[in-house]
């Protein structure tokens, strides 16, 4: 059996800007019908490298296919953008600036109004498809943006924050309806600083920082390899005095401590017992995808 070619695909991609290099030797794939998590702090280049899938930059060096080659004009309707920004016109009316966009993506126009009509009522926004954009509060611009990207029904959806603005709720209603685009065959790359969402959504993670590459693969298999430092400890001690910590947070179940990398929970145990401390609990823990990023950032 010929497996199929992955829906995205960067090889050693390079990308800079005058004198600063914003993308370095990236290379990941996307298979299709998978969601992968796109990580990183502010500035990192998470945006420069969905414009570069996109065409609108072009790398330096290395080498992008899409769809199992390098992306044709004709290609680029098959993919939909949610960009961080606005992108609306906010003084026309939502379902007109709906069906706009979305024929702007080669979509007829009668389609493009049962579309946009679809949409609106799927995710509750009928209801102020008279209105103008700029009626409307953050979320639910959001909520618009998002339809304008989906309902043109590209192969290729590259989120860039899709969750910006959102209350809970209504995050949860996004969820659901991506967890259902993937599940359809659609390929997502989800760009956010959220982690609580990447690790609803995502198998796997890419995660960049000063646009080199800082880890990639498996989100279960990298959360049990840092799982190994992660423990939740139930004591009197005071952990300031303690070496071996690289940082602790406090929470319900006592403290959660993330040890170093040359130690391991034996060397903390031990701490332990020489202070004298009263222990309640000792256990090892998952680390959350948040610490993870923040001790790769501060590394």
Known sequence: MVLSSPAIALHSVRKSFRTVVAVDEASFDVQRGEILG???PNGAGKTTLLRLIM???RP??????VFGRHLLKEDKNRIGYLPEERGLYTRQKVQSVIEYLVQLKGVPRSQARTNAFQ???RLDMLKVKERRVQELSKGNQQ???FIATVAAEPEILLLDEPFSGLDPVNARVLIEVIQGLAASGKTIVLSTHQMNLVESLCRRVFMIHHGRQV????LEQIQREYSAKALFVRSNADYADCPFIEHTTANGRGTQILLKDNKQPRDLLSWLVEKGADVQSFECARTPLEDIFIKIVRQ
């Open 215 to 218: 880890l990639y693969g498996d």
């Open 38 to 40: 796109l990580l990183g």
């Open 143 to 145: 909520k618009i943006q």
């Open 60 to 65: 330096d060096s290395g080498t992008i296919q």
């Open 119 to 121: 949409w609106l009522e």
């Open 55 to 57: 065409d609108i930059f």
